[in-house]
């Protein structure tokens, strides 16, 4: 079930729906999002809040790839280091049944 839920972006007021175990996470996101944004925006005040936002967005995501990217090689180094392991271990068990 979705309840309404303000949220204050770049001085601005949003009515957002989100499940109630959502909202923690909405509320935080909207802080992260207007943060980013209140930085990209700096002391140029007339700058357009389209263009503001899309500069946040495309840092966001390309913070978003990069932890990916980082979680796959993580991924690939420990299927690596198991496999070396379990080789290891067969050699092992190999050695103590012969």
């Not at 996470?25 to 700096?42: P, T, V, W, Y």
């Not at 090689?73 to 420990?78: A, H, L, N, T, V």
């Amino acid at each position: 079930m979705s309840e309404p839920v303000n949220v204050r972006i770049l001085d601005r007021e949003y009515l957002v729906g989100c499940a109630p175990e959502e909202r923690a996470d909405l509320l935080s996101a909207a802080q992260l999002l207007d943060a980013r944004m209140r930085e990209i925006r700096g002391n140029n005040r007339m700058a357009g809040i389209d263009r503001i936002a899309v500069l946040a967005a495309l840092n966001l995501a390309h913070e978003l790839l990069q932890l990916k990217h980082g979680t796959n090689d993580r991924d690939r180094e420990i299927e690596r280091t198991l496999g070396e392991l379990n080789r290891k271990l067969d050699g092992l068990l190999d050695s103590v049944s012969r």
